[in-house]
């Protein structure tokens, strides 16, 4: 059974940063992607960003320049690097994996696996 947890989260002020790790175990594939999402209350989930396991990664433009995704495949551990922090990056990001390639699959449903969530909020 594949699971996902989510680390990291917590209260910050704007122009602070934040790293969320995101442990995997269970999943057997050489191959799959793995993506943070956030949600927002009142707000639909929307991706940051994803990493394959190759290292290639795509990013939300909004988000590129502040937030790095990077993986640590030995211990099957991926973070977001998350800087420059603004009070609307406030949102529950969550950790997502689904099997196969990321290229083209940028939405939450095509996510199979979720992790439970971890709230990051950012006061001005």
């Known amino acids: 059974q594949v699971k996902l947890m989510e680390t990291g989260g917590g209260s910050v002020q704007s122009g602070g940063s934040l790293r969320l790790a995101c442990a995997v175990s269970g999943y057997t594939s050489t191959s799959g992607c793995l993506g943070w999402f956030r949600q927002a209350p009142g707000k639909e989930r929307g991706v940051v960003g994803v990493?394959?396991?190759?290292?290639?990664?795509t990013y939300t433009n909004s988000m590129k320049g502040r937030f790095t995704i990077s993986q640590d495949s030995a211990n099957h551990t991926v973070y977001l690097q998350m800087n420059s922090l603004k009070s609307e990056d406030s949102a529950m990001y969550y950790c997502a994996a689904r099997p196969g390639v990321c290229v083209g699959y940028l939405r939450s449903s095509d996510y199979h696996f979720w992790g439970q969530g971890t709230q990051v909020t950012v006061s001005s």
């Open positions: 990493i394959d396991t190759t290292g290639r990664t």
